[in-house]
């Protein structure tokens, strides 16, 4: 298994740190320079991310977003190119567990053959089916994961899933992990998470976030409506389609596998 590091060139500390858990955890990886967004110009963002306003968070998406999602795309990019079957991909303030190479083997074993993602980190809910009880945590098969993306394992298959559709840019890269109906790669996600995540509130998404509030327009409001419903109707298609229908009429609630 291939495992990258997303790190901004600068967070030497961060790098310190993920390097030392990785270590401690008889893990081999790369250190992978992620993309800084406030160096890119308004020309490039523009390239990436034409439609800057995102009526789902009734508001632009901003730099530091952007060059979150051209980094883990440039880490996709980097596993295809290599020989390696599956790829950990982290960003540098997640937390390693001791066990957490050993668990990831037992995980990906229990998955099916067609699997795109594993999520291994993340904060919030888990919506979908339970796949399988194992001794590191309940494998589900979801259609709506937990949000960031500081920790998740992926295959050939779920790369070439993402890439297909990561750009244009329209939301920030979690919330696009998190869209299955979006990406169309087949997704789980382990339940209690395996990487927990630390400096959350200092980061240069989240400072990017509190400088962009969401408007309080109409014209906002409309549009957040709008998108609402398109989103609604076709995320619950994928879940039917994918997943069945019980797990679309009752989506908070794990379920398991028949």
Same mark, same amino acid.
Request: charged share 20%; proline share 5%; glycine share 8%.
């Given at each position: 298994?291939? *495992? !990258?590091?997303?790190? $901004?060139? +600068?967070? =030497?500390?961060?790098?310190?740190?993920? @390097?030392?858990? %990785?270590?401690?955890?008889?893990?081999?990886?790369?250190?992978?320079?992620?993309?800084?967004?406030?160096?890119?110009?308004?020309?490039?963002?523009?390239?990436?991310?034409?439609?800057?306003?995102?009526?789902?968070?009734?508001?632009?998406?901003?730099?530091?977003?952007?060059?979150? *999602? !051209?980094?883990?795309? $440039?880490? +996709?990019? =980097?596993?295809?190119?290599?020989?390696? @079957?599956?790829? %950990?991909?982290?960003?540098?303030?997640?937390?390693?567990?001791?066990?957490?190479?050993?668990?990831?083997?037992?995980?990906?074993?229990?998955?099916?053959?067609?699997?795109?993602?594993?999520?291994?980190?993340?904060?919030?809910?888990?919506?979908?089916?339970?796949?399988?009880?194992?001794?590191?945590?309940?494998?589900?098969?979801?259609?709506?994961?937990?949000?960031?993306?500081?920790?998740?394992?992926?295959?050939?298959?779920?790369?070439?899933?993402?890439?297909?559709?990561?750009?244009?840019?329209?939301?920030?890269?979690?919330?696009?992990?998190?869209?299955?109906?979006?990406?169309?790669?087949?997704?789980?996600?382990?339940?209690?998470?395996?990487?927990?995540?630390?400096?959350?509130?200092?980061?240069?998404?989240?400072?990017?976030?509190?400088?962009?509030?969401?408007?309080?327009?109409?014209?906002?409001?409309?549009?957040?409506?709008?998108?609402?419903?398109?989103?609604?109707?076709?995320?619950?298609?994928?879940?039917?389609?994918?997943?069945?229908?019980?797990?679309?009429?009752?989506?908070?609630?794990?379920?398991?596998?028949?």
């Amino acid at each position: 298994m291939l *495992t !990258l590091v997303i790190s $901004l060139p +600068l967070s =030497t500390q961060r790098q310190k740190k993920i @390097s030392a858990g %990785l270590q401690a955890a008889g893990m081999s990886f790369s250190i992978l320079p992620g993309v800084v967004g406030s160096e890119l110009s308004e020309a490039e963002i523009g390239s990436f991310a034409p439609f800057r306003f995102m009526a789902r968070f009734r508001r632009e998406i901003g730099p530091a977003e952007v060059g979150c *999602t !051209l980094s883990h795309k $440039l880490a +996709l990019e =980097t596993f295809l190119a290599s020989s390696e @079957s599956t790829a %950990l991909i982290l960003e540098d303030d997640a937390v390693i567990p001791s066990n957490l190479g050993d668990a990831i083997a037992l995980l990906v074993n229990r998955l099916p053959g067609n699997w795109g993602i594993l999520k291994v980190g993340g904060i919030g809910g888990v919506r979908g089916r339970l796949l399988q009880e194992t001794a590191v945590g309940k494998i589900v098969e979801t259609h709506a994961t937990t949000v960031c993306a500081h920790a998740y394992v992926i295959s050939r298959q779920g790369a070439s899933q993402l890439l297909r559709r990561i750009l244009p840019i329209r939301f920030p890269y979690d919330i696009y992990l998190r869209d299955t109906h979006v990406h169309g790669a087949r997704t789980f996600e382990v339940v209690p998470t395996l990487v927990v995540q630390e400096d959350l509130a200092g980061s240069r998404i989240q400072c990017d976030r509190m400088e962009r509030p969401p408007s309080s327009d109409l014209r906002s409001f409309v549009a957040y409506r709008t998108w609402k419903l398109g989103h609604e109707i076709r995320r619950r298609a994928h879940i039917v389609k994918t997943i069945g229908l019980s797990a679309a009429v009752a989506p908070s609630r794990i379920t398991r596998h028949s």
